[in-house]
C-alpha cells in the first residue's frame, strides 16, 4: 500500500514504538489521527508530526471505542488504515494477578481492536478498499509463563485477524498481524528487563519494529513474525509444543523469582 495521503488511526500512538511509527506514517506523507489515553504524552508527541490530529481516548470500553471511532470519522472523514497498536501488560505469577487489570488487558488488547474494527470497517468494506493492521505478539503463539493475561489477549487477536481476513477475502480491505517478540520500551518494566538480561531474552530497538512493520505495510504483507529465533519458535510450538515445554522449563524457573516480586 502507498501511504502518501492515507487517512491513519493509530492507537497506542504515545508509546515507545507508536510515537516512532506516527512520526515515520507522517514522513511518508499521510495524515495521523492519533489515539491514546494519555492525553499529555499525545500532545508532545503530535508536535511536529504535520496533518495529525489527537485524540485521548478510553480504549478498554465499548463507549470509549465508540467515542474514538466517531471523533477519527469526524476528523478525517474517510479512513483508509486502522493500526491497532495500543496495549498493556502484566507480568507476574497468574495466582497474583490482579482482577481488574486482567480484565483491563483483554479489553484494550483484544476488545478494544476489535471494536475499533467493527466501527470503522463498514467505510473501508462500502468503498472496497482499507486496511486493518493489528500489532500483536510472539506471545500470541507462544504462551509465555507469567505472561498468562497478556499471552491470552494477544492469542485471540490473532485469532481474531486470521478469520476476519478470510473473512474478506473477495474484498480489497486487507488485514494484517505483525508479531514483535520483546521490545525496548517502557511497556516492559523493570523487573521484565532484569528477568530478560538474566536468561538471555533477545530484545529489539523500537526503530527495528518500527521498520518492519511499515516495510510490511507497505508491501501489504498478511502476516509477519520480527525476530530470529522466536519467529522459528512459532512453527515448532505449533508442531511440537511439548518440545517447546522443554526448551522453556529453564527461562521459566529463572521468570519465576521475578514475577515474585513486588512493584515494578
Same mark, same amino acid.
Given at each position: 500500500?502507498?501511504?502518501? +495521503?492515507? $487517512?491513519?488511526?493509530?492507537?497506542? #500512538? !504515545?508509546?515507545?514504538?507508536?510515537?516512532?511509527?506516527? #512520526?515515520?506514517? !507522517?514522513?511518508?506523507?499521510?495524515?495521523?489521527?492519533?489515539?491514546?489515553? /494519555?492525553?499529555?504524552?499525545?500532545?508532545?508527541?503530535?508536535?511536529?508530526? &504535520?496533518?495529525?490530529?489527537?485524540?485521548?481516548?478510553?480504549?478498554?470500553?465499548?463507549?470509549?471505542?465508540? !467515542?474514538?471511532?466517531?471523533? !477519527?470519522?469526524?476528523?478525517?472523514?474517510?479512513? =483508509?488504515?486502522?493500526? $491497532?497498536?495500543?496495549?498493556?501488560?502484566?507480568?507476574?505469577?497468574?495466582?497474583?494477578?490482579?482482577? =481488574?487489570?486482567?480484565?483491563?488487558?483483554?479489553?484494550?488488547?483484544?476488545?478494544?481492536?476489535?471494536?475499533?474494527?467493527?466501527?470503522?470497517?463498514?467505510?473501508? *468494506?462500502?468503498?472496497?478498499?482499507?486496511?486493518?493492521? $493489528? *500489532?500483536?505478539?510472539?506471545?500470541?503463539?507462544?504462551?509465555?509463563?507469567?505472561?498468562? #493475561?497478556?499471552? #491470552?489477549?494477544?492469542?485471540?487477536?490473532?485469532?481474531?485477524?486470521?478469520?476476519?481476513?478470510?473473512?474478506?477475502? =473477495?474484498?480489497?480491505? &486487507?488485514?494484517?498481524?505483525?508479531?514483535?517478540?520483546?521490545? &525496548?520500551?517502557?511497556? /516492559?518494566?523493570?523487573?521484565?528487563?532484569?528477568?530478560?538480561?538474566?536468561?538471555?531474552? /533477545?530484545? +529489539? =530497538?523500537?526503530?527495528?519494529? *518500527?521498520?518492519?512493520?511499515?516495510?510490511?505495510?507497505? $508491501?501489504?504483507?498478511?502476516?509477519?513474525?520480527?525476530?530470529f529465533p522466536e519467529s522459528m519458535f512459532v512453527g515448532i510450538n505449533m508442531l511440537f509444543p511439548r518440545l517447546v515445554d522443554k526448551v522453556?522449563?529453564?527461562?521459566?524457573?529463572?521468570?519465576?523469582?521475578?514475577?515474585?516480586?513486588?512493584?515494578?
Amino acid at each position: 500500500m502507498e501511504l502518501r +495521503d492515507k $487517512n491513519i488511526v493509530l492507537t497506542g #500512538a !504515545a508509546g515507545g514504538i507508536g510515537s516512532l511509527l506516527a #512520526a515515520r506514517l !507522517a514522513e511518508r506523507g499521510a495524515r495521523v489521527v492519533l489515539v491514546d489515553a /494519555n492525553e499529555e504524552a499525545l500532545k508532545k508527541v503530535s508536535v511536529g508530526i &504535520k496533518h495529525s490530529k489527537t485524540i485521548a481516548g478510553d480504549l478498554s470500553s465499548a463507549e470509549g471505542c465508540l !467515542a474514538v471511532a466517531d471523533a !477519527a470519522k469526524q476528523a478525517f472523514g474517510r479512513i =483508509d488504515v486502522l493500526i $491497532n497498536l495500543a496495549g498493556m501488560m502484566s507480568f507476574r505469577c497468574f495466582e497474583d494477578e490482579d482482577v =481488574d487489570l486482567m480484565d483491563r488487558i483483554i479489553e484494550v488488547n483484544l476488545l478494544g481492536a476489535m471494536r475499533l474494527t467493527r466501527h470503522l470497517l463498514s467505510g473501508m *468494506v462500502e468503498r472496497n478498499d482499507g486496511r486493518i493492521i $493489528n *500489532v500483536g505478539s510472539v506471545f500470541g503463539s507462544i504462551g509465555f509463563a507469567y505472561f498468562s #493475561a497478556y499471552s #491470552a489477549s494477544k492469542f485471540g487477536l490473532r485469532g481474531f485477524s486470521e478469520a476476519l481476513r478470510r473473512e474478506l477475502y =473477495d474484498t480489497d480491505v &486487507k488485514v494484517m498481524y505483525v508479531a514483535p517478540r520483546a521490545v &525496548k520500551t517502557p511497556l /516492559n518494566t523493570g523487573r521484565i528487563m532484569r528477568m530478560g538480561a538474566e536468561t538471555g531474552m /533477545n530484545m +529489539d =530497538d523500537p526503530e527495528h519494529v *518500527v521498520g518492519k512493520i511499515l516495510k510490511a505495510v507497505e $508491501n501489504d504483507r498478511k502476516e509477519v513474525y520480527i525476530g530470529f529465533p522466536e519467529s522459528m519458535f512459532v512453527g515448532i510450538n505449533m508442531l511440537f509444543p511439548r518440545l517447546v515445554d522443554k526448551v522453556l522449563a529453564g527461562q521459566n524457573r529463572i521468570a519465576r523469582k521475578f514475577a515474585k516480586e513486588k512493584g515494578n
